[in-house]
């Protein structure tokens, strides 16, 4: 080995590390007000919407009051966290990843994760979708709430139509949230990394391969070689 | 144990390509936002009409399901069910009592098999709620509220009613001349059946002219007033004289 610039002990030099930060605190803390306030949509709006509810819960007045402020609430942790300057840079940077979708990313999509040469970044198109998915629903809620809110600054057939809006996007919704649930409690890691924001080194190998590598500089496939002194 | 902070863009390996590098890809979730957005912008501008549609193509289903899960579909049609108090309240028939007081001859109180012995009144006929839903073709019967007014004899002074429920907290009115209507009864039988507690049973006022708000659910008084004395809803906003078409901004088609 003698003679090139590639010191043989830099095959060794760095170890693998056993965790890597996956969110950080202004993402976990955004991530569980999202939830505590969609929840009580869902909740709320349940009790409104199911008849069986209505009868169970009844105080429609009280009960749509909380839905109304709830729903005014639901856009502002994302947009505090996303004007937080540096403590919303985590945020930020992970927003732009759920937002773009490489190469992989659409081939994991068409072959619904079967194809294993596919290797994805920190996101797969499935949270990738969920993300986006909820920022429309935020979106659309909103504005067909308020229209419901305050029927009468509209057309009269647009407090219909609103309504109409609002009763279909709740039903995805609901079947959306709950999907997203049983993901998470089916990668005990992953919903771990969202209470203390680290996920294992292994875990990050095996599910965000690129992630893994652009963060550690290490190859994913775990001979713990510098990525960059191959090049 | 080591814990690699996040570091953007600075140890990138030469190895990720451009079009495999998640930052630099297509926006789809920017798509995918923006064409939810647009669709729920048409949803607002054509959602009344697709609602229509929806409703004619589902009744013919809803008929034959005997789950009624169908119900839960929105805008498939069907009652919603509005309590403004803590739970549905309950009284049965047996314990039920109707008392019309106020500005009387004689007051009077009457049970549900008094009423049940008064001349019925049938009609097939929709209801209409102020939010938007109606549900067509309803089968009510019941004692035509003129028709109990004469009972108890209103005086001179007497002008409007106000309607009490025994949920104790909804309050309803009309003017005696809305009152006396042909087709504003106190219902004992709804859908065909007697009318359930959730639908407002034992007893219920169907003021068919007017939007839902205006047919007070748990009808327990009858009250003749000097004057009109605005009810629950309209303390929230409705309109005193719910004319179906005619009211609260709305140009439903009137239940005829």
Known sequence: MAGTTRPSTERVATPPPARLLRFDLGERVLHWLNAVLMLTMLGTGSALYIPELSELVGRRGLVLTIHVYAGIALPFPLLLTALAGRWGKAFRSDARRLNRWSADDRRWFRTRGRDAFVRLGKFNPGQKLNAAFTVGVIVVMLATGLIMKFPNEWPLSWRTGATFVHDWVYLAAAIVVAGHILFAVNDAESLRSMVRGWVPGSWARRHAPRWYEEQTGLRADGRGERSKAKA | ?256
């Open chain 2, 1 to 256: 144990m080591t814990t690699v902070e996040h570091s953007e863009g600075q140890d990138t390996p030469p190895t990720i390509p451009p079009e495999q590098d998640e930052r630099r890809g297509t926006p789809v979730g920017r798509r995918v936002v923006l064409g939810m957005a647009g669709l729920g912008v048409l949803g607002i501008l054509v959602g009344r009409r697709v609602q229509n549609w929806i409703s004619d193509v589902m009744a013919p289903i809803q008929a034959a399901d005997p789950t009624g899960l169908t119900q839960l579909l929105p805008a498939a049609g069907g009652f919603r069910f509005y309590t403004i108090t803590g739970s549905f309240p309950s009284k049965s028939a047996v314990d039920y009592r109707l008392t019309i007081s106020g500005l009387v001859d004689k007051p009077v109180t009457l049970t549900l098999d008094d009423l049940k012995a008064m001349p019925a009144t049938s009609m097939v006929k929709d209801f209409q709620c102020v939010t938007g839903w109606r549900v067509s073709s309803v089968h009510w019967t019941g004692v035509q509220l003129g028709y109990l007014l004469d009972l108890a004899g209103v005086q001179p002074a007497g002008k409007a009613l106000k309607f009490h429920s025994f949920d104790e907290a909804d309050t309803e009115s009309l003017t005696l001349e809305q009152a006396r209507r042909s087709d504003v009864i106190v219902a004992y039988e709804m859908l065909g059946a007697p009318v359930t507690r959730d639908h407002g049973g034992p007893v219920r006022l169907y003021v068919a002219p007017m939007y839902g708000y205006k047919s007070l659910k748990w009808l327990d008084g009858i009250e003749v007033t000097s004057s009109v004395i605005p009810g629950y809803w309209e303390n929230n906003g409705y309109d005193v004289d719910g004319w179906i078409g005619g009211s609260n901004g709305r140009d439903d088609t009137p239940v005829d």
